[in-house]
């Protein structure tokens, strides 16, 4: 089978399509063969060599939300068979013909979804739900979301609506402003206007937009830092929690450890939403998986609207 791997940190091209054998799924395993795979952000950094929480040995196979159908099912695994079709977070070589998934954590993709739908399920709309969650949004509240035209941040904007408080959108370029706009959004703004007071800023950069974000909130506002795209985590003032403002992180892989339960109850909630029609995940683009190196392009300039997948 092909694998994406690179054997060294720097741009897209060093991202290597090698020959590998086809895994065999061990206990509380699955293996599937991918139909699409949903290419995520932090592997650009991770590619990059970017300190911080991007670090990861060498060589590395990217990670990635795949969607396909069970090939073969490991000892112990109960609740799947030959041929579902399910969708899972693949923590390393995600970017292949076939990937071994966690079991536990697979998701049954409901019949009649497409593909990019089906790629929010393991992660990106469980991590929408989850900070949310974590912000304690609720209706009336006013809710800044930062990279708003990415994958997880297009999702926060249309979940914001549905628990009935205001969004703004914070993006790049006017392009990505009417995107988050047609979602939803109440306001749009750059990330180098002047940000208006709210009650939840919701933080996938790092860096000074987190302290930024902490000296838009309102008394007793709250932020959640759940990514560092910037590759900055600084370090946070006091004096801007004085204000009755409080921080929180969010991670999917801690709240699985932590609250298996509530992550799965969110993993549900984003299959009914998703299936239902009230939370639409928006398809940029769809690469062949021998055209890695461009998908990888895209996020590193910051172009996407919503999900980049590769087709192996």
Same mark, same amino acid.
């Given at each position: 089978?092909?694998?994406?791997?690179?054997?060294?940190?720097?741009?897209?091209?060093?991202?290597?399509?090698?020959?590998?054998?086809?895994? &065999?799924?061990?206990?509380?395993?699955?293996?599937?063969?991918?139909? !699409?795979?949903?290419?995520?952000?932090?592997?650009?950094?991770?590619?990059?060599?970017? !300190?911080?929480?991007?670090?990861?040995?060498?060589?590395?196979?990217? &990670?990635?939300?795949?969607?396909?159908?069970?090939?073969?099912?490991?000892?112990?695994?109960?609740?799947? &068979?030959?041929?579902?079709?399910?969708?899972?977070?693949?923590?390393?070589?995600?970017?292949?013909?076939?990937?071994?998934?966690?079991?536990?954590?697979?998701?049954?993709?409901?019949?009649?979804?497409?593909?990019?739908?089906?790629? !929010?399920?393991?992660?990106?709309?469980?991590?929408?739900?989850?900070?949310?969650?974590?912000?304690?949004?609720?209706?009336?509240?006013?809710?800044?979301?930062?990279?708003?035209?990415?994958?997880?941040?297009?999702?926060?904007?249309?979940?914001?609506?549905?628990?009935?408080?205001?969004?703004?959108?914070?993006?790049?370029?006017?392009?990505?402003?009417?995107?988050?706009?047609?979602?939803? !959004?109440?306001?749009?703004?750059?990330?180098?206007?002047?940000?208006?007071?709210?009650?939840?800023?919701?933080?996938?950069?790092?860096?000074?937009?987190?302290?930024?974000?902490?000296?838009?909130?309102?008394?007793?506002?709250?932020?959640?830092?759940?990514?560092?795209?910037?590759?900055?985590?600084?370090?946070?003032?006091?004096?801007?929690?004085?204000?009755?403002?409080?921080?929180?992180?969010?991670?999917?892989?801690?709240?699985?450890?932590?609250?298996?339960?509530?992550?799965?109850?969110?993993?549900?909630?984003?299959?009914?939403?998703?299936?239902?029609?009230?939370?639409?995940?928006?398809?940029?683009?769809?690469?062949?998986?021998?055209?890695?190196?461009?998908?990888?392009?895209?996020?590193?300039?910051?172009?996407?609207?919503?999900?980049?997948?590769?087709?192996?």
């Amino acid at each position: 089978m092909r694998l994406v791997r690179f054997h060294a940190h720097g741009g897209p091209e060093v991202l290597r399509i090698e020959e590998a054998e086809v895994p &065999t799924p061990g206990p509380g395993q699955l293996l599937v063969r991918a139909e !699409a795979i949903g290419v995520n952000f932090a592997d650009t950094k991770i590619r990059a060599g970017a !300190a911080g929480i991007f670090v990861r040995p060498l060589p590395f196979g990217p &990670t990635g939300d795949v969607v396909g159908s069970v090939a073969a099912v490991g000892p112990d695994v109960t609740g799947f &068979t030959v041929g579902d079709r399910v969708a899972a977070l693949v923590a390393e070589n995600a970017y292949a013909d076939y990937a071994l998934v966690d079991a536990a954590w697979a998701a049954l993709v409901p019949s009649g979804l497409d593909a990019a739908s089906a790629t !929010a399920l393991p992660m990106l709309a469980p991590v929408a739900i989850g900070v949310l969650h974590a912000g304690r949004v609720t209706a009336g509240d006013t809710v800044l979301i930062q990279s708003a035209a990415g994958g997880v941040g297009h999702l926060a904007v249309q979940i914001t609506k549905l628990l009935g408080a205001k969004a703004i959108g914070v993006v790049g370029s006017p392009a990505k402003a009417d995107f988050v706009r047609s979602l939803g !959004a109440d306001d749009v703004i750059t990330a180098d206007a002047e940000w208006p007071t709210v009650d939840v800023v919701l933080d996938a950069v790092g860096g000074s937009s987190l302290t930024r974000g902490l000296d838009a909130l309102a008394p007793l506002g709250r932020a959640v830092m759940y990514g560092a795209a910037s590759g900055e985590i600084p370090a946070v003032p006091a004096r801007s929690l004085f204000g009755l403002r409080s921080l929180t992180g969010f991670g999917i892989t801690t709240l699985r450890e932590a609250r298996p339960d509530e992550a799965r109850a969110d993993i549900a909630r984003a299959t009914r939403l998703i299936a239902d029609g009230k939370l639409r995940v928006a398809q940029h683009a769809a690469f062949p998986l021998s055209d890695v190196a461009m998908a990888h392009q895209v996020l590193d300039d910051r172009a996407n609207l919503g999900r980049v997948l590769l087709i192996p």
